[in-house]
């Protein structure tokens, strides 16, 4: 079974803070990982997706991955109450590039 | 917007009856997928289709059925509704155009209670 785990949360930050938000994964062979945001009664969408270890810088969002740690973070600064929703991760196994495979989600409340 | 729709939006039925949710999509995308999002659970896969009359399980797949003979609609059938198919249904596409390779585009949603 390929899993994708996540701390559920919530976690909360302060308006202006980092959030920060951990995802790890357990097939090896994954080679690329998303992070979809979801408010509330609304559908996912894509805000970072990266291939190659390292970190990823997008605006406010920055995805760092390490696939020999198997472990895959997003990294939102300057936090707004904006950004308050669940954080979805998603890896890609190697095996199946059809089908990606979700984490449980964290939810993240930013406090103002 | 990836012009995916989803119907119906709500619908409560009892148990033992049978159910339709119905995906359309408008930009003849080739792969579509079905979802179901539980708390705790995240989003598991039901099913999926890569092509017209082209389909394949996906982790959740027992109780469900999937048809897909035009390729802007994939229907998924609960034959007999269980209470332990309440959930947020989502379909989505696979995005060709979009910033990620496999990047997911995902319909509204469809809130269905079994009681």
């Known amino acids: 079974q390929k899993e994708v785990e996540q701390n559920s949360g919530p976690l909360s930050v302060p308006e202006g803070a980092i959030a920060s938000l951990n995802c790890t994964y357990s097939?090896?062979?994954?080679?690329?990982f998303f992070w979809y945001r979801q408010y509330s009664g609304k559908s996912p969408e894509l805000i970072m997706f990266?291939?190659?270890?390292g970190d990823k810088e997008d605006g406010r969002f920055t995805a760092q991955l390490n696939k020999a740690s198997q472990y895959v973070s997003l990294l939102i600064r300057d936090s707004q109450p904006s950004d308050s929703a669940t954080y979805l991760c998603a890896g890609l196994p190697k095996t199946s590039y059809d089908k990606v495979i979700f984490g449980p989600g964290t939810s993240l409340s930013v406090i103002p | 917007d990836a012009g995916i729709t989803q119907s119906p939006r709500h619908k409560v039925t009892e148990t033992g009856t049978p159910v339709t949710l119905r995906c359309h999509q408008t930009e003849n995308h080739r792969y579509m997928y079905w979802y179901r999002q539980d708390p705790g659970h995240g989003l598991r896969l039901i099913h999926y289709s890569y092509g017209v009359k082209d389909t394949d399980k996906g982790e959740v797949s027992d109780g469900y059925s999937v048809s897909r003979s035009k390729t802007e609609d994939f229907l998924l059938t609960l034959e007999s509704a269980t209470s332990s198919q309440t959930s947020v249904y989502f379909c989505a596409i696979k995005g060709t155009s979009g910033r990620a390779y496999n990047e997911q585009f995902f319909g509204p949603g469809t809130r269905l209670t079994v009681l």
């Open positions: 097939d090896r062979g994954s080679q690329s």
């Open positions: 990266i291939y190659s270890n």
